[in-house]
């Protein structure tokens, strides 16, 4: 096509000026007179000048693209030394070093020698800012910056032990080149770690909890242990590891396969402490320590064992979990002034769960007295059953008053309720009329990120402690919340709605600081007939009546939840914080702002004594002050309802992270969540050789893997990589061809208007 198009170009061009060119011979031979030489050449550049031209228009009018490819093979090899902390904890730095030096090249190669540790440079430059340190290993990096600069391969002189944000592997890959790696500071031989940590995912406050800490040891021998035995290098700051060891007469339960022992190390957990021997050979110790947590919420239970002399991982020894502590008993007030044959049936439900303490004021007329107490400051929820609201108005201005300043309570719907000013100010407004059933209950969007609520499947396989819907009674009848609807901007969220009609059933709301929940449908307690089939599994009434009044009474309950990546945290390592927000209905709750400041947990630190620092200079309590100011930094949301930040490296100590949620001029809410700093540096947590990773490093880039032990002198067994190399010329998409378009054709208008030919 362009060579078509261009002979047409030529064609019109050579008629454009056929007076100029073929007009020369007839003046001469009418006039006899010859043309000057200089004007002959001046018209032949005029044609060149339109045809060159009117080839750029018609290039960029058809959008012809020139391209050419060819390869392009370097010699270069690039030879990185690892000049980590970990290479040098284990001495294999120098090793190394005299490795990169008389490396066998190829004949035809060339080598270039790189350092590297937290970023990459050429050992002959002066060394970087970032690379004087080496406190982190960032292998990912260096294959990046080395790859850069397009060098033939790369020999990776490195103990493999990678803590870089960037996937190692994936970087050799994208280089195009063969990776040799070799490997330094020798296979594992000796270690001790924790295994794990088992207690409980959710845990009462108050109570004594078993906590099981599982010890693995392995390699050590009598003959080669060190003088000195353990050596305490994982203790974390802050913990209290004196004066609140709680005793236990039981001994570690050791399954050993190497009989002969030869010392002793010491597990922590939480300020206890337990003596575990080591045996030579491998061995599996179960370590048991009771816990007692007073605080509700997210906590961090972590177990740190004393690091032993010639270990080649320190990475195993702490390990944590993550546990969630619930108030210990709730206090559950039973009210209700019209007492029907569901009345037992509801009061032996609630009295099933032992964490819920029940007491009752039941009146057959409309009249009640508190004359036991029932209804004090320590009622954490109310459950108000059908009630009338008629006589005694200082019981029910003291619920009303109790629940506006953060109890919960529970507004079970019936023939009889009729609630008046005070229970009427709870639900902000009148109650609609008796309406007829039958009204199958059917979960709604905003219920389902409630876990009481199971399909039928899994509610079987766990036993029975949800609710399956499909099994249970539809109700007789309703009384509605005008406005109720999950259709009007209101309070009310609905949980359940009728599969009729879609009317409400289970709705929850707000009055002041404390929660409710109402449910418009009718008879509730016929739903505590399912434990009659199944006397072992939990009735649907109990499993709802339990998870209700655990929602009332918990303050931490909300829609909002943080998280960070790993409770346990290497010093050096960055923290990664998430955040997930569901709105009022079960969506993604996008769109909000999203703050979190992340402050040193007080009760990590010791306590000073009395008219000192604790023996501290000026400067270590300084040092200490500063590392309890709060540090926030805002999170982005990076999905549906998902909000994520990092922060750099943070001193060691235990820390607490609190995002604050909310709009441009409200807050929604807030969720907390706790992390350890570890004293002990990422860059040494784990020294000695990973080989898996030197090896798929390798492997991915058609390299080969040595040991530095029985590194091969031959070097023709190395080979080069090449680059495919393009260059690609489109007119459309180049700015300076349009300049040139006009220069030209601006150049060629006057130079004719100057020769007279316009």
Request: proline content about 6%.
């Amino acid at each position: 096509m362009l060579i078509a198009v261009s002979a047409i170009l030529l064609v019109l061009g050579v008629l454009a000026y056929r007076r100029a060119l073929f007009g020369q011979a007839a003046s001469r031979k009418d006039k006899g007179q010859s043309r000057s030489r200089k004007a002959e050449v001046a018209d032949v550049g005029l044609l060149v000048l339109r045809l060159v031209v009117l080839l750029l228009f018609a290039a960029v009018f058809i959008g012809a693209v020139f391209s050419r490819a060819w390869t392009e093979r370097s010699r270069r090899v690039a030879v990185m030394l690892d000049i980590s902390e970990s290479m040098t904890a284990v001495g294999a730095e120098s090793a190394a070093a005299a490795v990169a030096e008389v490396f066998p090249l190829p004949t035809e190669g060339t080598g270039q020698e790189w350092v590297f540790a937290d970023s990459a440079e050429v050992r002959s430059k002066k060394p970087a800012a970032g690379s004087q340190g080496a406190k982190r290993t960032r292998i990912g990096v260096a294959l990046k910056t080395v790859g850069k600069t397009r060098p033939g391969a790369v020999v990776l002189l490195s103990d493999g032990q990678d803590n870089g944000d960037v996937d190692a592997v994936a970087a050799a890959r994208d280089i195009g080149v063969p990776v040799y790696t070799v490997g330094f500071g020798g296979r594992a031989k000796r270690n001790a770690g924790v295994g794990r940590v088992v207690l409980p995912a959710v845990v009462y406050s108050g109570e004594t909890v078993e906590v099981q800490v599982r010890v693995l040891t392995t390699g050590f021998d009598a003959e080669n242990e060190p003088p000195g035995g353990a050596v305490s290098t994982t203790q974390t700051p802050g913990r209290k590891e004196d004066g609140n060891a709680v005793p236990d007469p039981s001994s570690p339960r050791t399954t050993e396969h190497g009989m002969k022992g030869i010392g002793t190390t010491r597990i922590r957990l939480r300020g206890q402490e337990r003596e575990v021997p080591i045996g030579s050979g491998t061995s599996e110790q179960d370590v048991q320590f009771r816990l007692v947590f007073d605080r509700p919420g997210r906590q961090i239970v972590e177990a740190s064992l004393d690091s032993m002399t010639g270990e080649s991982n320190y990475a195993d020894n702490r390990r944590s979990t993550t546990v969630d502590v619930k108030p210990g008993r709730v206090r559950v007030a039973y009210v209700t002034n019209r007492p029907g044959p569901g009345t037992r049936m509801m009061l032996r439900a609630l009295g099933g769960d032992e964490r819920i303490q029940v007491e009752s004021l039941v009146a057959v007329s409309g009249a009640l007295s508190d004359e036991r107490g029932v209804l004090n400051a320590g009622v954490d929820a109310f459950i108000l059953d059908d009630v009338v609201e008629n006589g005694s108005p200082a019981v029910w201005q003291s619920v009303a008053d109790r629940v506006q300043a953060g109890a919960g309570v529970l507004l079970l719907a019936g023939p009889s309720f009729q609630p008046g000013p005070s229970i009427g100010g709870i639900v902000s407004g009148p109650i609609g009329r008796l309406e007829g059933g039958p009204y199958t209950p059917e979960l709604a969007s905003a219920g389902s990120v409630l876990p009481w609520w199971k399909p039928q499947s899994e509610a079987a396989q766990s036993g029975g402690g949800e609710v399956d819907l499909g099994r249970v009674p539809p109700f007789s009848g309703l009384r509605q919340l005008p406005g109720g609807d999950s259709s009007s901007t209101n309070r009310w969220s609905a949980w359940l709605v009728a599969r009729e009609n879609g009317v409400p059933l289970l709705m929850e709301g707000k009055a002041g600081r404390g929660k409710v929940v109402y449910l418009a449908g009718y008879p509730l307690w016929r739903w505590g007939f399912g434990s009659q089939e199944n006397p072992e599994q939990t009735s649907p009434l109990s499993a709802l009546l339990t998870g209700v009044v655990r929602y009332l009474a918990e303050s931490d309950t909300s829609p909002f939840w943080l998280q960070v990546d790993r409770p346990d945290i290497y010093q050096g390592q960055r923290v990664h914080l998430t955040a997930r927000a569901v709105a009022p209905d079960g969506r993604p709750w996008t769109g909000l702002s999203v703050m979190v400041a992340v402050r040193t947990d007080s009760s990590s630190l010791r306590p000073s004594p009395p008219g000192g620092d604790g023996g501290r200079s000026e400067g270590e309590g300084a040092d200490r002050r500063r590392s309890m100011k709060p540090v926030s930094v805002p999170m982005t949301e990076t999905g549906a309802g998902v909000y994520e930040a990092s922060l750099e490296a943070l001193r060691p100590g235990q820390y607490q992270a609190t995002a604050l949620v909310g709009t441009a001029d409200t807050v929604l809410g807030m969720a907390t969540t706790e992390f350890a700093v570890a004293d002990q540096p990422v860059e040494l947590a784990s020294t000695g050789m990973n080989e898996g990773l030197l090896r798929a490093i390798a492997e991915a880039s058609d390299g080969r893997f040595m040991s530095a032990d029985s590194l091969a002198r031959e070097g023709s067994q190395m080979t080069f990589g090449s680059y495919e190399r393009r260059l690609v010329f489109d007119p459309r998409r180049a700015a300076w061809v349009y300049v040139l378009i006009a220069l030209l054709a601006g150049a060629e208008w006057l130079m004719r208007r100057r020769r007279g030919l316009l």
